[in-house]
């Protein structure tokens, strides 16, 4: 079992449930994205990794578009140097078009987590060298309007299955990165990387989401990140 196979099987467990409203749209990018998905996955997921940052699910303008979490389009394409072609959901909104690399929107939470990595570690080599980032869940859901809907506004019902196939996939995960720490980007990754490592002796703990839907990363979110990297124990760069 590798990354591949892992997100290989959580792309079809996932692709076989249903959802009721408040989610009327689903996106499944392990399915019509991926093609750069593997790629990120071949490229950078080499074990062992010492931290594994753990986000949410796909932004619409990130992961829906390039198949690589928190994939705004410039950075995956010029930094991470990732870019194949990209298909489309089985249904899609139309004020959520998949466009793949052709996306001109950019992910603010992307251009936030990989400028960053840039920034500090300069090639992707060495920053991945000792991170990796995943998401939790692999799906994106949209309401009838087309608003972005979190897994936790899921109903309970449909929120079970999900949430069993991904914890086992990112336990998986963790088995084959076998990281010092496992973080959650926000706190809702970070409350199911507690549910899915309790007991286990690997760091745990929660960094600043860099959404702008999240007023505190608007301000220094670089600052803050650091700050926490380093309460945990990690050294920078």
């Known amino acids: ?76 394409r ?35 987590l990989w400028g960053w990595a840039k920034k500090t570690y300069g090639s992707p080599e060495r920053f991945f060298a000792r991170f990796f980032v995943l998401n939790y869940c692999p799906l994106a859901f949209f309401t009838e309007s087309g608003e972005n809907l979190t897994p936790d506004r899921l109903p309970a019902s449909d929120r079970q299955p999900l949430f069993a196939a991904c914890d086992a996939a990112l336990r998986q995960a963790v088995e084959i990165l076998s990281p010092k720490y496992v973080l959650g980007v926000g706190g809702f990754a970070a409350r199911r990387i507690k549910v899915i490592l309790a007991g286990a002796a690997i760091g745990t703990g929660t ?22 990297l380093t309460q945990v124990g990690i050294r920078l760069p």
């Not at 930094?79 to 690399?101: D, N, Y």
């Not at 007023?215 to 600052?223: D, E, I, K, T, Y």
């Open 207 to 228: 960094i600043p989401h860099p959404s702008p839907l999240n007023p505190a990363a608007n301000h220094g979110w670089a600052q803050a990140l650091e700050q926490v």
């Open 78 to 112: 010029d930094w991470l140097g990732i870019s194949a072609p990209v298909g489309r959901p089985e249904r899609e909104h139309p004020k959520r078009p998949v466009l793949g690399f052709a996306c001109r929107r950019r992910e603010v939470s992307g251009m936030r």
């Open 1 to 76: 079992m590798d990354l591949i196979a892992i997100a290989n099987e959580l792309g079809a467990a996932v692709g076989k449930l249903g959802f009721r409203p408040p989610a009327a749209w689903v996106y499944n990018p392990l399915a019509y994205a991926w093609q750069p998905h593997r790629m990120y996955l071949e490229r950078y997921g080499q074990a062992p990794k010492e931290i594994l940052l753990v986000g949410m699910n796909p932004g619409p303008w990130g992961m829906v578009q390039t198949g690589v979490p928190f994939g705004d389009v410039v950075l995956v």
